[in-house]
C-alpha cells in the first residue's frame, strides 16, 4: 500500500508540475551562448606581411588563406583581366609546368587556388612544408604561359556569349550598369573584345602592380603553433619583395530620386527575371549592419521570408522571392528579385513594392525577430565547422575595421536586436520610392502595365541604354527599308524566281551534333523543317497552307494556332517579297544598335495577328536579326552568296523550346534544287 502511495503522489506531482506550464507559449530564450573562436595571435614579416594564427588542434589539417587589399580597378577596354589572374597564376612556374603542379598537389591530397587579389592553400599538417613549398612556387615565380592565357580567353568568351542569353545574368550585368554606371570597377562589363585585348604583358603587369607583401593578410588556421608558423612564413615568404601599390577612391553612387523602370526585351523568354535594387550607404563596421542582416532575413533571407511566402506560397507567381541587403566598402546594395511567370510580371512587381512600403510602416513582429535570429545563429554555428571561416573572420576584422571581439560577440549581439530597433532601421534602408526594378523578359507582353511603376528605359543585353533615334531623312520609311534589303539580297527578280529550296545547316547542342534540314516547294505549297541527330530524327514539321503536322518521338500532333502562323512563314522563301501584297502592316520604329553596328527597326504585325520585329543594316540593307514572342530570337552572323542570292551561312536561334543558344551553319544551300516526294513528306 505504501509503495501505491508513493506512486500516486509522484504521479500527481508530475501532474502539478505539467499544469504549471503554459503550453501555449514559447519558453523564454537562454543567454546567448558564448562562442569560443581562438584568439589570432599576429605578426609581420619585415616586408609588410601581416599574419594571423589561429591555434585548433582538433584535426591533423592546415589552412592558408591570403588576401591582397588593393583597391577595385576600372579595366577599360581590357575588362575581364582580373578574371584571368588566379588561372593564369595557376597555370606554371620558372620550375614548374601546370601538370607538375597539379600532380604534386595531388600527391598530398592538398588544395591550391589563387584568385586576383586572394589565394587559398591546404592540406594535413604533416604535408604542410610540401605545401608551402608549392604554394611560394605559384606565388613568387609564376611563368604565364600563353598557351594558358588563350585557353582561359576562349573559355571566358564562351562564358559571355553565353551570359548574352542568360537572363539571370543579363539581369546582374544591367543592374550592375545602372546601379554604379560602366565606368565604376562594379558597374564595368566584360565582353568578347575587351578580353580579346587582353595579353600575357597585361597580366605581369598587373602582378607586379598588385601581388605584394605590404598589402598582403595571411590567415594561417588549423594544427600549427605560432612558433611553427613564424617559422615556415619566415622561409616561404621573407623573400618576397615589399612595393608600393596605387590607391584609387571611387565615388558612392546615390539611389535613383524616384523608382525607374529597366527593361531588357527578350522575346524567347516564358518568365521576367524581376530585381528591385539601389544603392545603400552601408559599410560592415556599421552598427546598423548586423541588425540588418535580421531585417532582410525577415524580408527575403529564405522559405519563411515575406517575399517568398506571399509571391510563392500565397500568389504562385514564382519558384522563390529572395532578397539581400550587402554591406561593401565602397557602396553596399539591397536587392528583392524573383524569376515569375510573363502574365503576372506587373503583379508580381505591384506585390514586391507593397511587402517593401508594409516593412517599412513598423509591421515587424516578435515571433518572426525570434525566427530570423534563431536562423541566422545557425548559420553562424556550421559556418564554424569550415577552418576557412575562422582565417576569413580573422582578416574581416582588420581589412573591415570590426572590434576585435566582433566575431566572439556575433551571438550576443544578434540576441540584442530587438523589433522596435529593426522598426525603426526599416524606413531608413528600404526605399520602395528610390529604387530600379530591372525586368529581364518579352517585355511586349507587360511594357504598358508596367509604366506604373516609374519611368521605363530600354537597355541592352550587356548593360547599355538602349538608344533609339529617330530616323531623319523622311525618304526612308518601313516599305523602303524592306525594299533595300530584297535589293542587297539579290533583287526581286531574282527572288521570285526561286520556287524550292533546299538547305542543311549543323549545330552542336550540349555537346551533341545535330542537323537541321529545310525543304521548301511554293508550287505544292509545302515546308519540311527535319532536325536529326546522327541518323536519328528528333522532330519534323511539315508545314501545309491550311496546318502544321509536328512529329516528336513518335508522335504526330498539329501545331496550335499561334504556332502555325509562325511556321507558315517558311512556305514564303522570302517572307519580305509578300509584304505588300500580303495586308502585313510595316512601322519603321527608328534606328538602334544590333552588335554595334547601326540598325534599322521595323516592326511587321500579319493580319493572323502574328507579330514580329526585323533589323536591317543601315549601311548593308541585310537584315541583321529578328525576332518574335513565339518563334524567340534569330541573330543572321554571316551571309554567304548561292547563285547570285545572298542567304544566311552562320545564324545564332535562341527559341524558348531550346535550352541553349544554337549557333548554325550551312553545309549545304540549293537555289531552285529538283525536290524529291519523299523530301516533301
Request: charged content about 25%.
Amino acid at each position: 500500500m505504501k509503495t501505491i502511495r508513493y506512486i500516486f503522489i509522484f504521479i500527481v506531482s508530475i501532474g502539478s508540475a505539467y499544469a504549471q506550464v503554459d503550453r501555449t507559449k514559447y519558453p523564454e530564450a537562454g543567454p546567448a551562448p558564448q562562442i569560443n573562436i581562438g584568439d589570432a595571435e599576429t605578426f609581420t614579416l619585415d616586408n609588410g606581411l601581416k599574419v594571423f594564427v589561429v591555434e585548433n588542434h582538433k584535426l591533423p589539417r592546415v589552412n592558408f588563406s591570403l588576401v591582397l587589399d588593393r583597391d577595385p580597378l576600372l579595366e577599360g577596354d581590357k575588362a575581364g583581366l582580373t578574371g584571368l589572374v588566379g588561372g593564369m597564376m595557376m597555370g606554371g612556374t620558372a620550375t614548374r609546368s601546370k601538370d607538375q603542379l597539379d600532380e604534386e598537389i595531388d600527391m598530398i591530397g592538398g588544395s591550391i587556388s589563387f584568385g586576383s587579389a586572394s589565394a587559398n592553400a591546404s592540406s594535413l599538417t604533416k604535408y604542410q612544408d610540401k605545401l608551402l613549398t608549392l604554394f611560394a612556387d605559384i606565388l613568387l615565380n609564376p611563368s604565364f604561359p600563353q598557351s594558358e592565357l588563350d585557353k582561359l580567353k576562349k573559355q571566358t568568351i564562351s562564358g559571355i556569349a553565353s551570359a548574352k542569353d542568360d537572363p539571370n545574368a543579363i539581369s546582374s550585368i544591367v543592374s550592375s550598369a545602372v546601379l554604379y554606371g560602366k565606368d565604376h570597377p562594379y558597374g564595368e562589363v566584360e565582353t568578347e573584345k575587351t578580353v580579346s585585348n587582353i595579353s600575357v604583358d597585361d597580366i605581369k603587369a598587373y602582378y607586379d602592380a598588385y601581388f605584394k607583401p605590404n598589402i598582403g593578410y595571411l590567415a594561417i588556421v588549423g594544427d600549427i603553433t605560432k612558433k611553427e608558423a613564424e617559422l615556415l612564413v619566415k622561409k616561404y615568404f621573407s623573400t618576397w619583395e615589399k612595393g608600393d601599390v596605387s590607391k584609387k577612391e571611387w565615388p558612392a553612387p546615390s539611389a535613383p530620386e524616384k523608382t525607374t523602370v529597366v527593361l531588357v526585351n527578350r522575346p524567347s523568354s516564358v518568365q521576367s527575371v524581376m530585381n528591385v535594387t539601389y544603392p545603400v550607404e552601408l559599410k560592415h563596421n556599421n552598427p546598423d549592419a548586423l541588425p540588418l542582416q535580421v531585417l532582410n532575413n525577415i524580408l527575403g533571407g529564405g522559405s519563411a521570408g515575406r517575399l517568398f511566402q506571399n509571391l510563392r506560397e500565397d500568389k504562385g507567381y514564382t519558384y522563390g522571392a529572395y532578397s539581400s541587403l550587402s554591406p561593401n566598402k565602397i557602396v553596399g546594395s539591397f536587392s528583392a528579385n524573383a524569376s515569375v511567370r510573363t502574365e503576372v510580371t506587373d503583379s508580381a512587381a505591384y506585390q514586391f513594392f507593397q511587402e517593401l512600403k508594409k516593412l517599412d510602416q513598423g509591421s515587424i513582429t516578435e515571433e518572426e525577430l525570434t525566427s530570423s535570429k534563431a536562423i541566422l545563429s545557425g548559420d553562424f554555428g556550421r559556418s564554424l565547422e569550415q577552418p576557412a571561416t575562422i582565417a576569413r573572420f580573422a582578416i574581416n576584422t582588420e581589412l573591415q575595421e570590426l572590434p576585435a571581439d566582433y566575431y566572439k560577440n556575433y551571438l550576443k549581439s544578434l540576441d540584442g536586436v530587438t523589433v522596435d530597433q529593426l522598426n525603426a532601421l526599416a524606413p531608413k534602408y528600404i526605399k520602395p520610392d528610390n529604387a530600379y526594378l530591372v525586368i529581364v523578359g518579352n517585355t511586349d507582353a507587360f511594357a504598358d502595365q508596367i509604366q506604373q511603376f516609374g519611368e521605363v528605359k530600354y537597355y541592352t543585353n550587356t548593360g547599355d541604354a538602349e538608344v533609339k533615334t529617330e530616323v531623319q531623312d523622311a525618304s526612308i520609311t518601313a516599305e523602303k527599308v524592306i525594299a533595300n534589303y530584297l535589293e542587297a539580297i539579290g533583287g526581286t527578280e531574282k527572288l521570285a524566281a526561286v520556287k524550292t529550296l533546299k538547305s542543311i545547316q549543323e549545330a552542336e547542342i550540349q555537346g551533341m551534333s545535330i542537323t537541321v534540314e529545310l525543304a521548301i516547294d511554293k508550287t505544292q505549297p509545302v515546308a519540311v523543317q527535319t532536325m536529326k541527330m546522327g541518323e536519328q530524327v528528333m522532330s519534323k514539321i511539315v508545314v501545309h497552307p491550311d496546318k502544321a503536322l509536328i512529329t516528336a518521338q513518335g508522335q504526330e500532333q498539329e501545331a496550335p494556332a499561334e504556332m502555325f502562323n509562325a511556321l507558315k512563314q517558311l512556305l514564303e522563301i522570302f517572307p519580305e517579297l509578300n509584304y505588300e501584297t500580303g495586308n502585313v502592316n510595316l512601322e519603321l520604329d527608328g534606328m538602334v544598335k544590333v552588335n554595334d553596328e547601326d540598325a534599322y527597326k521595323v516592326n511587321v504585325s500579319h493580319p493572323d495577328g502574328n507579330k514580329r520585329v526585323n533589323y536591317y543594316s543601315v549601311s548593308s540593307g541585310l537584315k541583321l536579326k529578328t525576332e518574335s514572342a513565339a518563334e524567340g530570337e534569330a541573330e543572321i552572323n554571316e551571309y554567304k552568296e548561292y547563285d547570285g542570292i545572298k542567304l544566311p551561312s552562320i545564324s545564332t536561334v535562341k527559341n524558348p523550346n531550346v535550352p541553349v543558344p544554337l549557333k548554325l551553319i550551312t553545309v549545304e544551300q540549293l537555289i531552285n534544287p529538283a525536290l524529291t516526294a519523299e523530301e516533301l513528306k
